[in-house]
């Protein structure tokens, strides 16, 4: 995964996968931190149709993407012809090296236009990190980190933001963002979001209900 913060400073292109799209729009902040990028972030064709077959579900990402394409906040487009020939390398082959349409359309797409790959699971991210070292990788959770989202969400807001996008979609947490977003959350709700860690979770439960003391709220987030 890039280093923190590396990504947002307007010099790359986003490419934003399904997962991401859906904890960005669950955390209810996403027209005023999309406002605040430079540029709008991409959302390959792919990646809205799979948006588009959650409506059968009752899902309602898809509502609420089609209006920030239509504020002019998310960019829809194409796979490049030149890019379909990585896409069909990422879908193709051992169930363990391929990927479902919707991430190889996202790291397809970052290549092509040396973007940077907005994705979430663990195998995407792997086999990336594999086959193209050289391709920027953001979770979810950095983005609603970075210094883009601090510029325009006070702190409150972004706890609010981060426990919807955590019950709402399960967002996943990379480890390495886990003591900073249990930090802007607070103990309780932290300890209210069973998407994060259990073990995390029930230190978070303890020190919200006092039964440890000052020495383990002084450090409950050294995990």
């Given at each position: 995964m890039s280093p923190p913060h590396s990504c947002f400073d307007g010099g790359r292109p986003l490419v934003a996968d399904a997962s991401v799209w859906i904890n960005i729009i669950a955390g209810g902040q996403a027209v005023a931190i999309l406002r605040a990028l430079g540029c709008p972030p991409i959302l390959p064709r792919i990646v809205l149709g799979e948006l588009e077959r959650g409506r059968d579900k009752g899902r309602a990402t898809a509502e609420r993407m089609a209006e920030l394409i239509e504020m002019g906040l998310v960019e829809v487009a194409e796979l490049h012809t030149d890019?379909?020939?990585?896409?069909?390398?990422l879908v193709v082959g051992s169930i363990s090296e391929t990927l479902d349409d919707g991430e190889a359309a996202t790291l397809a797409h970052?290549?092509?236009?040396?973007?940077?790959?907005?994705?979430?699971?663990?195998?995407?991210?792997g086999l990336a990190s594999r086959r193209f070292p050289a391709?920027?990788?953001?979770?979810?959770?950095?983005?609603?980190?970075?210094?883009?989202?601090?510029?325009?969400?006070?702190?409150?807001?972004?706890a609010v933001m981060l426990h919807a996008a955590l019950q709402g979609a399960r967002m996943r947490v990379p480890d390495e963002y886990l003591?900073?977003?249990?930090?802007?959350?607070?103990?309780?709700?932290?300890?209210?979001?069973?998407?994060?860690?259990?073990?995390?979770?029930?230190?978070?439960?303890?020190?919200?209900?006092?039964?440890?003391?000052?020495?383990?709220?002084?450090?409950?987030?050294?995990?």
């Open positions: 890019a379909e020939a990585l896409f069909m390398g970052a290549l092509q236009i040396g973007g940077t790959a907005m994705i979430d699971e663990r195998k995407a991210i391709l920027p990788i953001v979770s979810s959770a950095e983005f609603l980190l970075s210094p883009v989202t601090r510029g325009v969400l006070n702190q409150e807001e972004i003591a900073e977003v249990c930090r802007i959350l607070g103990p309780v709700r932290a300890a209210d979001c069973t998407s994060l860690p259990a073990a995390l979770r029930s230190k978070s439960m303890l020190v919200s209900k006092g039964e440890q003391g000052g020495d383990l709220a002084g450090r409950r987030y050294e995990l």
